[in-house]
């Protein structure tokens, strides 16, 4: 069997039994797979960016927690709700997304990287001082998909709502990575003198990738709020950016199947050790430190050498 088939089956697998997930699971370890979709999302748009993009980002979180909180502060204030809200937070951080991309590609290499992490704490900065809109450091209660016993208030069906969205996303980095964007964000990555040269307009292809990203991180955002049901600032914490980082090194940069496996396996690993050790960040570090070691392209790299 091709490593395409291989592959294909090994998708239509894993699939079907996220999608059989609620059956065998309980409600616990659903939720904590859940949770890993939520990541799932946010992994994927750090990967569009660096991954596909080869542009280092520590500002996701500041997409994710734009989305997070335009979703709870419609339902707080406003009480609109479930796919119209969530509608609502990706419109807000694809535009977002566009404004700051304009800023930031402006930058490269480790400036660009700076410039992300201080979007994202400007972002924290307001959320944690405007008490009067945001809650502050107390957050905002009661963020709820729709109203209490609506369908999608069972955790079954919000989740596979993430599932859904997770698959949606999934295909959609897949399409990208294998247009002619796709390939053009690559060149990018590898050469942008090059491609420059050769006539692309190198800060409109980047750009163009980083609104997609910030889209995805502002869908995760949002989906985030609901399974939560509470937000506070630290949504648009540099943690946040960086876990997903970790998640995307972790899986495979660059890849479409890696950062979904990183996200699964460090959620899990994370509630796991949370319950066992205080000190769960140290072996959390010692965990991704051997992996490094063992498989610098990542885990899916470990089944894709010899390939681009």
């Not at 704490?121 to 209660?141: M, T």
């Not at 990575?177 to 006539?199: Q, W």
Request: aromatic share 10%; charged share 10%.
């Amino acid at each position: 069997m091709t490593r395409r088939r291989l592959a294909v089956v090994g998708t239509a697998l894993a699939v079907a039994a996220a999608a059989s997930a609620p059956l065998w699971l309980g409600g616990y370890e659903l939720g904590v797979l859940n949770l890993a979709l939520v990541m799932g999302l946010l992994a994927i748009s750090t990967n569009i960016v660096l991954g596909f993009g080869g542009l280092v980002t520590l500002g996701q979180g500041a997409f994710f927690g734009l989305g997070a909180y335009t979703a709870g502060l419609l339902s707080t204030y406003a009480d609109v709700r479930g796919f119209a809200a969530v509608a609502i937070a990706v419109a807000v951080g694809t535009v977002a997304a566009g404004l700051v991309g304009l800023v930031v590609l402006r930058s490269q290499g480790l400036y660009f990287m700076m410039l992300t992490i201080a979007i994202a704490q400007l972002l924290y900065a307001v959320a944690f001082r405007w008490r009067e809109v945001s809650g502050g450091p107390e957050g905002l209660v009661g963020v709820y998909f729709g109203q209490p016993g609506d369908l999608f208030d069972r955790p079954e069906w919000f989740y596979a709502l993430t599932l859904v969205c997770l698959v949606v996303c999934t295909v959609i980095a897949w399409r990208l990575r294998h247009s002619p964007f796709g390939r053009s964000l690559i060149g990018t990555r590898e050469n942008a003198g090059k491609m420059a040269a050769l006539g692309f307009d190198v800060r409109g292809i980047q750009l163009r990738a980083f609104v997609a990203a910030g889209a995805i991180a502002a869908l995760a955002g949002a989906l985030f709020a609901y399974y939560n049901a509470f937000l506070d600032p630290s949504v648009f914490g540099i943690d946040m950016s960086a876990l997903a980082l970790i998640m995307v090194l972790l899986g495979g940069s660059g890849t479409i199947a890696g950062p979904i496996i990183g996200a699964v396996i460090l959620t899990f690993l994370q509630s796991s050790l949370t319950s066992v050790s205080s000190a769960w960040l140290l072996i959390l570090g010692i965990v991704y430190v051997l992996v490094v070691i063992v498989a610098p392209r990542g885990i899916v790299g470990l089944f894709t050498r010899g390939r681009s």
